[in-house]
């Protein structure tokens, strides 16, 4: 996509949360809880996601809420084109792209997280990558950083949705999970001050997590080549190409109707208008 053709996000008629009766997948509701909101208010944690057995995944909210550091910035040297950044959260890598005048635009279902990253001068809309977005098919490079390839609780429907997003020769970078994991689990946002205060949490949701292996290994069966592995700062990262097969549209609307059943089902026939 060139500068030209991007889409010009960031229309007020487009940037709001869609209600739930919409179709859209369930689980973007659940970043809109009050926790994660607060975190991003004042930038400081403490926030997990607490799974259903009581275990406790830290979430690194100071981090995302700093600048891009050294590991992020060995991702923003292999963007290329324009960028989407898919949970973008309080935005700096959007923001880091936007600096040098790069055409980026940041998605995150959580209004606090849009709010932030326009602060920051960049452009993000409020929307699920399971809703209508702009440029469908035609982004030259994606984001899924901190955990984001959790994002639904199935990667595999992820990375098809991820495929049909990218132009043929674009390139996703996606981060893996520290430790060599594959798991998918059910987990809310969590203060960790208060179990039982239903302020202090929000309702559960699907989510998943991959280690290097798992992710390289499920990235390579969905129709997908590894073009690059590295690490910085502790930090694990692939660049991923679709193959034919990442983006056939049989494959990528059965992912994403398998997604969606898991809300109110239906074709997601909310009327977002894209452009
Ligand atoms: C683990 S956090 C990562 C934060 C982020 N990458 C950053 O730079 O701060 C996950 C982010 O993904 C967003 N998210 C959750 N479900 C999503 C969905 N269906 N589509 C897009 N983003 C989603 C959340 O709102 C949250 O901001």
New binding site residues.
Partial sequence: MTASSAPAPGTRSADRAEPAEAG??A??L???ADP?ARA?RTGRGPLF?RRTDGRLLP???E???AGADEADRTVLRRCTGAVL??????????AALTAPGRTVL?????PA?VARTRDLGGAALC?????PLPGEGRWDSA??????I???GDPAA?LARVGRLLAPDGVLLAEAAPAEVEERMEVRLDDGRGDTDPDRHGPF?PWSRLGRTALRARAEAEGWTVAEEWDARGRFFLALRPGRDARTVRGAAEAERR?RGRGRGGDGGHGVTSR
């Fill in positions: 859209r997948p689980d973007h659940s970043w809109c994660y991003l996601l979430l690194e909210v981090r995302w809420c950044d898919i949970g973008c959260g309080p935005g700096r890598m959007v940041g998605i995150d279902p959580a997280a929307r699920s990558v399971f809703d984001l899924l950083l901190d955990g984001n959790g994002i639904g992820l949701f997604i």
